[in-house]
């Protein structure tokens, strides 16, 4: 075998080694999430209100679930009066559908600084954590707000069908899929609960672990592929020797 067939087979090696590496990391998983405007109609003391605000809900894997954090991008509701540091806090539901079925709720702090009369209430992020009951791809909407503030509660709905913010790829800790009612329910950030939880420990297949996984063995098979090419250009040199 001449030197120069021997150069172009190892760098087609190579070149072979590389499309396989990138192959495998476009093939990771991702999580799709949206900005979805609400339209939220109030329920309050003094009267229905409505406005609409842009809904991002972000889910990060946590222990056995996943963290959701709700995000209002716009105030929605209003007070005729001041609301001082801390008088208002807000809490609400993210609707679970696709495979699997049910609520999670979400809480967050109360307001740190005070809200003037008559201006747009500013919702903090709100989070609570999601055990996957199915497997398959779920999807997280926004659902019912709630504000209570001064010994009053103004309860916020979606009237306009919005579609979900967030969809994930999870599995089940017992494998199960398919559709079903399944049981409902996750708890908020300061100790609220909705429904009931078994609690299950879920495998390490979410979508940030699969892309790291597949990421790494993508990386793997590239320094392989490279590493084999340089082993067989050094001997090849020493047989010339």
């Not at 009066?81 to 806090?89: C, N, Y």
């Amino acid at each position: 075998m001449s030197y120069r067939t021997y150069q172009k087979r190892t760098a087609a090696l190579a070149c072979a080694a590389a499309l396989a590496g990138s192959a495998v990391l476009m093939a990771a998983p991702a999580a799709q999430a949206d900005v979805v405007d609400v339209n939220y109609q109030c329920k309050t003391p003094i009267g229905d209100k409505s406005a609409v605000s842009p809904i991002d809900i972000k889910g990060v894997r946590s222990g056995s679930g996943y963290k959701l954090t709700m995000s209002w991008q716009k105030g929605v509701s209003s007070s005729p009066v001041e609301l001082g540091k801390g008088a208002m806090t807000p809490s609400a539901v993210i609707k679970v559908g696709g495979a699997d079925s049910g609520t999670v709720a979400v809480t967050g702090a109360a307001n740190a600084a005070a809200i003037p009369a008559n201006t747009p209430i500013k919702i903090s992020d709100l989070s609570g954590t999601y055990t996957p009951k199915k497997s398959g791809k779920v999807t997280f909407t926004a659902g019912v707000l709630t504000i209570k503030a001064l010994g009053t509660t103004t309860t916020c709905s979606p009237s306009n069908s919005p579609k979900p913010s967030l969809t994930l790829d999870v599995k089940a800790a017992g494998g199960s899929s398919g559709s079903g009612s399944g049981s409902s329910g996750s708890s908020g950030s300061s100790g609220s609960q909705s429904g009931s939880d078994s609690g299950g420990q879920l495998p390490q297949t979410g979508p940030a672990d699969s892309a790291i996984a597949f990421g790494t063995l993508g990386g793997t098979v590239l320094l392989a592929g490279a590493a084999g090419v340089l082993w067989l250009t050094r001997r090849h040199q020493a047989v010339r020797r």
